[in-house]
T-cell receptor, first 115, second 111 residues
Framework: NAGVMQNPRHLVRRRGQEARLRCSPM?????VYWYRQLPEEGLKFMVY????????ESGMPKERFSAEFPKEGPSILRIQQVVRGDSAAYFC?????????????FGPGTRLTVL | SQQGEEDPQALSIQEGENATMNCSYK?????LQWYRQNSGRGLVHLIL?????REKHSGRLRVTLDTSKKSSSLLITASRAADTASYFC???????????FGQGTTLQVKP
């Protein structure tokens, strides 16, 4: 039973390019959360998605960032026109039912470096 | 403002000693969770304690929750060098399961 998968594990982009981060939740999980971790800090919530729906995007910057979780395939976090301040580790987590009493399982993260 | 705040920020102990980390939060919660993160790696879930629970054990881990003081503590007994990592508390205050993380405590266990 594979855990949460994220790819790529490391991503280097130049300023102005686009970054696409992928997250495949655990088998059977239909709820995905994205978090961002800046160096030496804790994780900050970005967005919560269910299949084909964005449920809570209160932590997502209004510009340049978007997320989706299609009916088939992984969840995608997309950052357009990246800037140096986007350099961070991006983690996704999944859970089965969306109940707040359930444990979220985290992926290994994608470390984005913007040159 | 930060929901979860942890102290100490850094802790250095000898192998075999106990390590205690504290977490305070501001709003009412559904549950509080502790995670471990090794340097440059992902998060490993350690333990979840619900708002109606006061204490929970898992192996060498003991977590307490005091909702009147809005605080939690994580105790690692008989620490090992392999326990060296950053430890984060995370609170769930919503009905969507989103977690609010503290800044973390960096634990170093010297062999």
């Amino acid at each position: 039973n594979a855990g949460v998968m994220q790819n790529p594990r490391h991503l280097v982009r130049r300023r102005g390019q686009e970054a696409r981060l992928r997250c495949s939740p655990m088998k059977g999980h239909s709820h995905v959360y994205w978090y961002r971790q800046l160096p030496e800090e804790g994780l900050k919530f970005m967005v919560y998605l269910q299949k084909e729906n964005i449920i809570d995007e209160s932590g997502m910057p209004k510009e340049r960032f978007s997320a989706e979780f299609p009916k088939e395939g992984p969840s995608i976090l997309r950052i357009q026109q990246v800037v140096r301040g986007d350099s961070a580790a991006y983690f996704c987590a999944s859970l089965d039912s969306g109940r707040s009493t359930d444990t979220q399982y985290f992926g290994p993260g994608t470390r984005l470096t913007v040159l | 403002s930060q929901q979860g705040e942890e102290d100490p920020q850094a802790l250095s102990i000898q192998e075999g000693e106990n390590a205690t980390m504290n977490c305070s939060y501001k709003t009412s919660i559904n549950n509080l969770q502790w995670y471990r993160q090794n340097s440059g790696r992902g998060l490993v879930h350690l333990i979840l304690i619900r708002s109606n629970e006061r204490e929970k054990h898992s192996g060498r881990l003991r977590v307490t929750l005091d909702t009147s003081k809005k605080s939690s503590s994580l105790l690692i007994t008989a620490s090992r060098a392999a326990d060296t990592a950053s430890y984060f508390c995370a609170t769930d205050s919503s009905n969507t399961g989103k977690l609010i993380f503290g800044q973390g405590t960096t634990l170093q266990v010297k062999p």
